[in-house]
C-alpha cells in the first residue's frame, strides 16, 4: 500500500527452515515451540536486512522488535543510518479473536497471499485464487501453540510497547474490525500512502 519494503522476521526466518540454513537449523526448535527465536540472532538479520539498498526510501517491519534488547538494537541501528521512526502499529484484538484468525489461517507457499477459511476465503477450498498452488497451514498456527505465541507476547514483548507510548510513536489499529476493513484502519491511523 506504502510502497516500500515489508520486512517480516518470521517471514525470514521460515524462509531459513524451508532452506535447512544454518540459521533455519538455529531457528526451527523455537519456532516450533512457539518462542522467540534468540535475540542475538534476529538482531544480525534485521542487521544485515537494513543495509539491503531497497529500504532507503522507508520500510515497515513486522514482527520485530519483540523484546528489550530487539527494541534497544533497533534504535541504535536506526541512529546509525540516521533513520528516524514514524509510528509503531500496536494492533488490539481479543485473545478470542486471534486464536479464530490464526487457526483459520491459511497461506500460499508460493505466492505469499494469506486467506481466512471463514471471514477471506479462497474461491476453491485450500487453492490460490492468485496462483493456483495448495494453501498451507502454519505448523505454529495450532490453538495450543497460538495461546503459548499470546502468552510470550504478554511477558516479552507487550513491556516494550511503553517506551514508544513514552515517545509518543504508538498508535493503536482496531484489529477487532472486519479482516477486509484493516486496510483503511491502517491508512487512518498512517496517513494515506
Ligand atoms: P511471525 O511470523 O511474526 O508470527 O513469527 C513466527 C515465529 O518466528 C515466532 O513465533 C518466533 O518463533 C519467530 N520470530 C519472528 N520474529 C521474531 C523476533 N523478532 N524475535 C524472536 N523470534 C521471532
Do not use: W
Not at 29 to 58: F, H
Not at 81 to 98: H, P
Amino acid at each position: 500500500m506504502y510502497g516500500v519494503p515489508v520486512i517480516a522476521t518470521g517471514d525470514i526466518l521460515r524462509e531459513a527452515v524451508a532452506e535447512g540454513s544454518e540459521l533455519g537449523r538455529l531457528a526451527e526448535g523455537y519456532m516450533k515451540r512457539g518462542e522467540l527465536v534468540r535475540d542475538d540472532i534476529v538482531i544480525t538479520i534485521m542487521e544485515d536486512r537494513l543495509d539491503e539498498p531497497d529500504v532507503e526510501d522507508g520500510f515497515i517491519l513486522d514482527g520485530f522488535p519483540r523484546s528489550f534488547r530487539q527494541a534497544e538494537a533497533l534504535d541504535r541501528i536506526l541512529k546509525e543510518k540516521k533513520v528516524e521512526l514514524d509510528a509503531i502499529l500496536n494492533v488490539v484484538a481479543s485473545s478470542d479473536t486471534i486464536v479464530g484468525r490464526l487457526s483459520l489461517r491459511r497461506s500460499c507457499p508460493k505466492c505469499g497471499a494469506v486467506y481466512h477459511m471463514k471471514d477471506m476465503p479462497p474461491k476453491d477450498d485450500e487453492i490460490c485464487d492468485e496462483c493456483r498452488s495448495s494453501l498451507i497451514q502454519r505448523d505454529d498456527d495450532k490453538v495450543e501453540i497460538i495461546r503459548h505465541r499470546l502468552e510470550v507476547y504478554e511477558k516479552q514483548t507487550f513491556p516494550i510497547l511503553e517506551r514508544y507510548e513514552t515517545a509518543g510513536k504508538a498508535k493503536e489499529v482496531r484489529g477487532e474490525l472486519p479482516i477486509d476493513q484493516i486496510p483503511d484502519e491502517v491508512k487512518r491511523v498512517l496517513g494515506d500512502p
